[in-house]
DNA sequence: CTCTCTGCAAAATGTTTGCACACTC
DNA sequence: GAGTGTGCAAACATTTTGCAGAGAG
């Protein structure tokens, strides 16, 4: 049972194969807490192993998505950015506060329970009305941060 | 006071003019709910007058995001859309429930008051423990609407 | 007459696709 | 061998930029 265990599970689930290119990928987005881009996560695979080429990063992640292994998000100003999905790492649930300058990204996980208490509310709510059926939320909290204000 | 008499009176106070083709667009965005992207209003616009280009839309749409007339929603696969800021339109602070199916999007008003118990508790304990000043935040609710269920 | 604004064409960016080959079961 | 996975190059879509001319104050 080594390090590709789980997610060779993971994929087979789905009929797809765990793959040298498919692990270094996943290896990049489970070594790091940072939202990464296809780019970075091509840079440090390819740093390794340079057989592997951007079209497999991009044709990977868009792999790993579908089967929920990962997450994608379009945080603006051109590049998507991903990462693990809450069930898939230790990392807790959490919510994104951005800087509109420098565009750092913080992961809060703060007011949890202030947070469940307005999205069950909305969630139920809108369900009603609009008919839809949610399954997931994002909240994002935009700012200037302290490195930004001073510098 | 004509039609344009605000918008001219808002860009002139950032040292801008308000031309034809400026009020053109403002005129797109004005007399739509849905969000709208550079190149729906260039099709709009462009019927009109095929004198204006699509490269003054881009630059008007920035000019006008960086005046705070309206804002720029990044809501993923590739375009970004466009809608007049609330302070510039007669739209209520609303948040957006997204099909991810059809991609429609739906504006809602409702849980103003739960959201703002939590946006208040979160952006003063954000503020304090990240040092950042926090501006504006945004809450995506993604599901399948009911059209996508059936059809 | 100066400075803003604009159109056009070209570039840049991030991502996707076609195709032929490699590899796994 | 059938089908999945991959690299490369080319295509793609959206947005940005350089430049020279048009227009407003």
Known sequence: MGRGYKWGQKLAGHGFRLT???????DVLSSTNEHVSAE??????HADNPRIGLTTIY??????????????FEFGHGRAKYELSEANSHKKHHHHLICK????????????KAEREYIQKAETGLEKKYRFTIDDHLIHF???C??????
């Open 101 to 112: 300058k420098c565009r750092k990204i913080i992961d809060y996980t703060e007011f949890a």
């Open 59 to 72: 044709r990977t992640l868009e792999l790993l998505e579908q089967t929920g292994i990962i997450c994608k």
């Open 142 to 144: 935009y700012g200037i």
């Open 40 to 45: 970075d996560i091509y840079m440090t695979v």
């Open 20 to 26: 040298a290119a498919r692990e270094a990928i996943l």
């Open 146 to 151: 302290p490195e930004c204000k001073t510098g």
